[in-house]
């Protein structure tokens, strides 16, 4: 009997379930480049009044999407504020300067939170010198801060700041589905915070592929023909909107499930002496693991060898993310595994 692996490198890495594929197969498709596609329309329109915005635009990548908001919401050589950790700026190669030319502006922030103090500081004004700072962007829940929420107040004391200036607010939502299932607070009210609103579906929703930025209508007609430049207008690409809107029919509430077994994996290894748990907000446990215990990458071999991936996010963080792809059976084997690798086999059994 062979033993399957416990994949707990992303949550990008699910599989479409039994129904999602029937609802593939059984999707009605036209060319989405002719806006002929009745199954894209119905997911744009729905996800659109999920966020109460004008608009939606089914984009094959979060990273399209957050790429089309940046464009959309500047000029060239304008000021992008964000967050130093954010996907936008530490996992797009770049791609702020290189699509839309503009120069990045990274804060440091905490738990994945824009302090306002420098942020306001980042603002220096009319003078001929200053580049335009024209943009700020967010991201909710936040990757590198390990699945943390940014707390609702902390988004609307963001966005009553940029309007207060005149700066339009893109906000990163690729988990943002985590965010509302983990506090009960609807897509709609984090989304009034941002012009612009990226949410993806390929990654606890468990779609095969596909993102949506959902915004006002003109910014839509825009990132829709940026789109279309940039190689992204998709064809009968109904049977990718079709797993989405089954994923939101699906798969939303049971995120819940996802943040349990984030919180048992944590509960499960913590008091290892020399490892510091990240207690998890959602989906996403990260693991500081201290010398004399082997490195991040020590351990991702390690557990690996054990069945169970997981991934070196620094010299001594590992990451495990929980998805539907993962059961509790799965979680306790990720326990005995990482107990075995960082207290060695015999005091694993104690
Ligand atoms: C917070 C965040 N934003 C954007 C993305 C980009 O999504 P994609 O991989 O679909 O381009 C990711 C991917 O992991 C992410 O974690």
Redesign the pocket.
Known sequence: MTVSVVDLR???VTRPTAGMRRAIAEAVVGDDVFGDDPTVQALESRVAALAKKEAALFV???????QLAVHVLTRPADEVLLEAE???YF??QGGIAANSGCLAHPVRGERGVLPMEPLVAALRGEDDHNARVTLVCA?N????AGGAIVPLERLQALASMARARKLAVHL????LWNASVATGVPIADWAACADTV?M?F??GLGAP???ILVGRADSIRAARRARKRWGGGMRQVGILAAACLYALDHHVARLAEDHVRARRLADGLTGLPGVQVVAPDTNILFLNVESPLPDANTVVHAMAERGVWVSAYGPRRVRAITHLDVDDAGIDRAVAAFREVLLGPVAARR
């Open positions: 992303s949550d990008t094959p990548s979060g990273t399209m999407g957050n954010s996907h936008l996992y797009e991201e829940t936040h990757n590198r990163d939502g690729a988990r990226m993806c390929s990654k592929v596909g993102s």
